[in-house]
């Protein structure tokens, strides 16, 4: 008998090593193989890390980009050629918490001065010109992901953690990964391919669930719907991320970080970011909690550019406004609530231009916001720049009332300055201008690197007569996209999107879907 049970103990134990040893092997496959496909991922260092924002809380801040290569079957959507230009691009915003999301959509047309970048794996870079323009979509041909950050950056003074670019392969198989999204049209569409442009998109009136090729067909086509822009494009991205966003909190993806490695591991061949892997792990599962309700997306705030009616540039005061809440986890103030909407809407196109225009860091700021920096940390020199009465000296004593160092006053070289004008000397001074900016109703930014560091040089021009009211306080980021009319991810149709904010929309298609 203690022989019977001596040779059962020895099979237990080595049926236990031999399930044990299939388990392990099981496992390492699955890792080998996930890992396999992880060192795919191009992880790209921080080349241009001199000159960063602060940062003012834990917050995560991601540079989302969508890269236009056409490589492989996807060549054809969206037109035969490609500029390797970053035509989505959007800045995700993470509360500290991780309780709420907001994800910014930067036009791809808006022109911005340009930043100097480095050179990127055989991309030539750029050299700073702040008085020439570019579209911010062609960042990222001049210099990677890197120069997209260093323009994003500089022009919104959000600190952004990481940037990720994934192509059109790669989103075509993470919206596969996910099982696909549910969207909703209110008529048929037929988007046929042409040399031009086009998506080959067919859809009949109504819900469906789209895979990945149709999910990427989607996120394209911009052709015969609404106004045919890029603006309202970004509208039915916007949608259909509520969706994702729906369809993945509903799955129970970010509780398994298994299923995330495996979604990961198929799209690596097609991403390029900072972050490690780990990282990229960890920022899924912490929003395993998150509400559709506390995700939002909003378009920047923008204005068509009047020298070219096909690009834009940020509406001030009301971008500042928006990026500083961001920046800093709030919501606006009432002095600068937003409005939503656009005075042009402008025909969407492709390219970089440069100009001799100032551009959108040269615009009006908002009176009434929360402070970028204390007052105290800013030494000011105060010129008088027009043809009439010298306001200097009242300035001075205004700027000292509110805690600035004013360090000198003067007059400035010539007397033709019509617009107050705020002058810094290199971007380690950009948050400093910033604050002194937002004292003035009007006042343009301007980087001349001339002047001496450290010291922000305002030349008062012929329209100014009185400082903005000061600073006021600020609460939680939720609502801004109410602010900014965005939606969130609770949202369940925007026709809007598919008919345009200024079209005719027929009554009987009012969120029909």
């Given at each position: 008998m203690?022989?019977?049970?001596?040779?059962?103990?020895?099979?237990?134990?080595?049926?236990?090593?031999?399930?044990?040893?299939?388990?392990?092997?099981g496992?390492?496959?699955?890792?080998?193989?996930?890992?396999?496909?992880?060192?795919?991922?191009?992880?790209?260092?921080?080349?241009?890390?001199?000159?960063?924002?602060?940062?003012?809380?834990?917050?995560?801040?991601?540079?989302?980009i969508?890269?236009?290569?056409?490589?492989?079957?996807n060549?054809?959507?969206?037109?035969?050629y490609g500029?390797?230009?970053?035509?989505?691009?959007?800045?995700?915003?993470?509360?500290?918490?991780?309780?709420?999301?907001?994800?910014?959509?930067?036009?791809?047309?808006?022109?911005?001065?340009?930043?100097?970048?480095?050179?990127?794996?055989?991309?030539?870079?750029?050299?700073?010109?702040?008085?020439?323009?570019?579209?911010?979509?062609?960042t990222?041909?001049?210099?990677?992901?890197?120069?997209?950050?260093?323009?994003?950056?500089?022009?919104?003074?959000v600190?952004?953690?990481?940037v990720?670019?994934?192509?059109?392969?790669?989103?075509?198989?993470?919206?596969?990964?996910?099982?696909?999204?549910?969207?909703?049209?209110?008529?048929?569409?037929?988007?046929?391919?042409?040399?031009?442009?086009?998506?080959?998109?067919?859809?009949?009136?109504?819900?469906?669930?789209?895979?990945?090729?149709?999910?990427?067909?989607?996120?394209?086509t911009?052709?015969?719907?609404?106004?045919?822009?890029?603006i309202?494009?970004?509208?039915?991205?916007?949608?259909m991320?509520?969706?994702?966003?729906?369809?993945?909190?509903?799955?129970?993806?970010?509780?398994?970080?298994?299923?995330?490695?495996?979604?990961l591991?198929?799209?690596?061949?097609?991403?390029?970011?900072?972050?490690?892997?780990?990282?990229l792990?960890?920022?899924?599962?912490?929003?395993?909690?998150?509400?559709?309700?506390?995700?939002?997306?909003?378009?920047?705030?923008?204005?068509t550019?009047?020298?070219?009616?096909n690009?834009?540039?940020?509406?001030?005061?009301?971008?500042?406004?928006?990026?500083?809440?961001?920046?800093?986890?709030?919501k606006?103030?009432?002095?600068a609530?937003?409005?939503?909407?656009?005075?042009?809407?402008p025909?969407?196109?492709?390219g970089?231009?440069?100009?001799?225009?100032?551009?959108?860091?040269?615009?009006?700021?908002?009176?009434?916001?929360?402070?970028?920096?204390?007052?105290?940390?800013?030494?000011?020199?105060?010129?008088?720049?027009?043809?009439?009465?010298?306001?200097?000296?009242?300035?001075k004593?205004?700027?000292?009332?509110?805690?600035?160092?004013?360090?000198?006053?003067?007059?400035a070289?010539?007397?033709?300055?019509?617009?107050?004008?705020?002058?810094?000397?290199?971007?380690a001074?950009?948050?400093?201008?910033?604050?002194?900016?937002q004292q003035?109703?009007?006042?343009?930014?301007?980087?001349?690197?001339?002047?001496?560091?450290?010291?922000?040089?305002?030349?008062?021009?012929?329209?100014?007569?009185?400082?903005?009211?000061?600073?006021?306080?600020?609460?939680?980021?939720?609502?801004?996209?109410?602010?900014?009319?965005?939606?969130?991810?609770?949202?369940?149709?925007?026709?809007?999107?598919?008919?345009?904010?200024?079209?005719?929309?027929?009554?009987?298609?009012?969120?029909?879907?």
């Amino acid at each position: 008998m203690k022989r019977m049970r001596s040779t059962r103990g020895k099979v237990l134990r080595w049926t236990s090593v031999a399930l044990a040893a299939v388990l392990v092997a099981g496992v390492l496959t699955v890792y080998l193989d996930v890992r396999f496909k992880l060192d795919k991922v191009d992880h790209i260092a921080r080349i241009d890390a001199a000159h960063r924002p602060p940062r003012y809380n834990d917050a995560l801040n991601l540079l989302l980009i969508g890269s236009d290569n056409r490589h492989g079957h996807n060549g054809v959507i969206g037109g035969r050629y490609g500029c390797n230009c970053s035509d989505t691009l959007m800045l995700a915003h993470i509360s500290p918490g991780r309780h709420m999301v907001t994800v910014v959509s930067i036009p791809r047309d808006t022109v911005v001065p340009y930043y100097a970048c480095s050179p990127w794996q055989g991309l030539p870079g750029q050299t700073a010109n702040p008085n020439a323009l570019e579209r911010i979509n062609g960042t990222l041909a001049a210099g990677g992901p890197e120069c997209v950050r260093e323009t994003v950056e500089q022009q919104t003074g959000v600190y952004i953690n990481d940037v990720l670019e994934l192509d059109f392969t790669g989103f075509e198989q993470a919206i596969n990964d996910i099982g696909g999204v549910n969207v909703c049209v209110p008529f048929a569409i037929n988007n046929a391919i042409t040399a031009a442009g086009g998506t080959g998109l067919v859809l009949t009136a109504g819900r469906h669930h789209i895979w990945g090729r149709q999910a990427l067909q989607f996120w394209r086509t911009r052709e015969n719907i609404a106004n045919g822009s890029d603006i309202e494009r970004i509208a039915r991205d916007q949608y259909m991320l509520a969706q994702i966003v729906k369809g993945v909190l509903h799955s129970g993806l970010l509780h398994s970080p298994l299923k995330l490695y495996r979604v990961l591991s198929d799209v690596a061949g097609n991403l390029t970011t900072d972050a490690s892997d780990s990282d990229l792990l960890h920022i899924a599962t912490s929003l395993g909690g998150i509400s559709t309700g506390n995700v939002q997306f909003i378009t920047a705030p923008w204005v068509t550019y009047q020298p070219d009616p096909n690009e834009v540039q940020f509406e001030q005061p009301q971008a500042d406004a928006l990026f500083w809440a961001i920046a800093h986890d709030t919501k606006l103030p009432k002095t600068a609530r937003a409005r939503h909407g656009v005075n042009v809407t402008p025909v969407a196109s492709t390219g970089a231009k440069p100009s001799t225009s100032p551009g959108p860091g040269a615009s009006p700021a908002a009176g009434g916001q929360p402070l970028t920096v204390a007052p105290s940390a800013v030494n000011v020199m105060l010129l008088d720049g027009s043809a009439g009465t010298n306001l200097t000296s009242t300035v001075k004593t205004e700027l000292t009332s509110r805690g600035f160092t004013v360090v000198g006053t003067g007059y400035a070289a010539t007397t033709s300055y019509t617009d107050t004008v705020i002058q810094y000397a290199s971007p380690a001074d950009l948050a400093a201008a910033r604050t002194v900016r937002q004292q003035f109703d009007s006042a343009m930014l301007q980087l001349d690197s001339a002047l001496q560091p450290g010291t922000i040089q305002v030349i008062l021009g012929s329209s100014f007569t009185k400082l903005a009211k000061p600073a006021s306080t600020s609460q939680a980021i939720k609502g801004l996209s109410s602010s900014f009319g965005g939606i969130t991810a609770n949202v369940k149709c925007r026709n809007s999107a598919f008919y345009g904010y200024y079209d005719n929309m027929p009554a009987s298609h009012s969120c029909a879907c």
